[in-house]
């Protein structure tokens, strides 16, 4: 299995938030025990979606939880700079396209029980790849793996993606 390791940059900025993400997985938990898979969304880019959904995933991941840090904002994945990866990888664009297995884009990470999907490459129609059955069947065995899925989606005031996201998933964080 692939091993993606955090950058440098996001090491020292997860470091001084820490405790903010905690309280963020605790109010997360306390919310209802069903709760598994959660999406993390914004309405604009560059309000910190993506920061969030990485945070919150090893924060789970700290806590002992097997967390699984997907990135679904396959139109404009900024995730790519945040975990780095020494071999090619496949992508969750490769999986919903049916061109790969789930399995060659799931990622493990040099943070114990945290692992990802990159978003993998862009593609020309990723509205029809997230409502894919290939989508709900992801999701659906994921849950099954996992103690918790992160989903960090597109920005919901931009394009569509992350509602039909956030009909698979348990909860959403805007």
Known sequence: ????ELS??????????????NALRTNIQLSGEDIKIV??????PNEGKSTT?????IAFARAGYTTLLIDADIRNSIMSGVFKSKEKITGLTD??????????GLCDTNIENLFVIQAG???????????????AT??????KYFDYVIVDTAPIGMVIDATIITQKCDASIL
């Open 53 to 57: 959904s990485t945070n919150l995933a």
């Open 121 to 135: 490459p862009v593609s020309p129609n990723p509205t029809a790849l997230l409502q894919s059955e290939n989508f």
């Open 8 to 21: 440098n940059n996001k090491k020292q900025s997860i470091q001084k938030t820490e405790e903010y993400y």
């Open 95 to 104: 999986f919903l396209a049916g061109t790969a297995d789930l399995s060659n």
């Open 138 to 143: 992801m999701i659906d065995t994921l849950r």
């Open 1 to 4: 299995m692939p091993v993606l």
């Open 39 to 44: 999406a993390v969304t914004s309405v604009q």
